[in-house]
């Protein structure tokens, strides 16, 4: 499994931003994906996830409201939609997948894991 994470950009506080997980070689449509985050010096942390399974995502209290998980099936991909961005939501982003039908937050929940893009809102 090889995840690509892109959309990345440097943006003002309130924008938008939609970050893009594929998967080269393969599909993400029986996989469970997550995203996660890392701004320097700070952990990973979870951000959110969807899983195979219609309907069932999760999302970190954080950006619950103001970002929104979802499929593109046509494309194959996972959208992770960013809106209200704060200077806070500046970090690395990473997707995650791993075939559990259950949306987790732990890191140690995914077995493969993408390169991450930058996302840095100034205000």
């Known amino acids: 499994v090889q995840l690509q994470a892109s959309g990345g950009g440097s943006v003002q506080a309130g924008d938008p931003l939609r970050l893009s997980c594929a998967h080269s070689?393969?599909?993400?449509?029986?996989?469970?994906v997550a995203w996660f985050r890392q701004a320097p010096g700070k952990e990973r942390e979870f951000v959110a996830a969807i899983s195979w399974k219609p309907g069932a995502t999760r999302y970190a209290d954080s950006v619950q409201g103001r970002f929104a998980i979802s499929r593109d099936d046509a494309k194959d991909t996972v959208l992770l939609q960013m809106d209200s961005l704060d200077p806070e939501d500046t970090a690395v982003y990473y997707c995650?997948?791993?075939?559990?039908?259950?949306?987790?937050?732990?890191?140690?929940?995914?077995?493969?894991w993408g390169s991450g893009t930058q996302v840095t809102v100034s205000s």
């Open positions: 070689g393969g599909t993400l449509s029986t996989l469970t």
């Open positions: 995650a997948a791993d075939p559990s039908v259950t949306p987790k937050e732990e890191t140690g929940s995914y077995d493969y």
